[in-house]
């Protein structure tokens, strides 16, 4: 049973870092992508970072120079570093898990999404 575990969000002032954490568990077998996203009700999820298991990452150009991803492959686990929060960044982050090889046969996993406030 493949399953997403979200942590780290909370509130901070403008200025301020949040690092936000996202772990894959259960049983699955090779790579797999981990995309950080984020919503502000009514409008749809923006992906914001994503990473492999291998390395690769990409970061959305609108948070690029402030939010970084890194991943621990051994703990199947990424990391976004959220540095010099503005408020527009408040908002729910979610994160994705793609491209997985499980027992089911479904290939995506959601997390339950992790609340992030900036103000001040």
């Known amino acids: 049973h493949v399953q997403i575990r979200e942590s780290g969000g909370g509130s901070v002032q403008p200025g301020g870092s949040l690092r936000l954490s996202c772990t894959l568990s259960?049983?699955?077998?090779?790579?797999?992508?981990l995309t950080w996203y984020r919503q502000i009700p009514p409008y749809p999820r923006d992906v914001v970072a994503s990473?492999?298991?291998?390395?690769?990452?990409r970061i959305a150009d609108s948070v690029k120079g402030r939010f970084d991803i890194s991943i621990d492959a051994a703990r199947n686990t990424a990391t976004l570093q959220m540095n010099d929060l503005k408020t527009e960044d408040t908002a729910t982050y979610y994160c994705?898990?793609?491209?997985?090889?499980?027992?089911?046969?479904?290939?995506?996993?959601w997390g339950q999404g992790t609340q992030v406030t900036v103000a001040s």
């Open positions: 259960g049983i699955f077998f090779g790579s797999y992508t």
């Open positions: 994705k898990a793609s491209g997985v090889a499980s027992l089911t046969g479904a290939t995506e996993y």
């Open positions: 990473i492999t298991k291998e390395g690769s990452s």
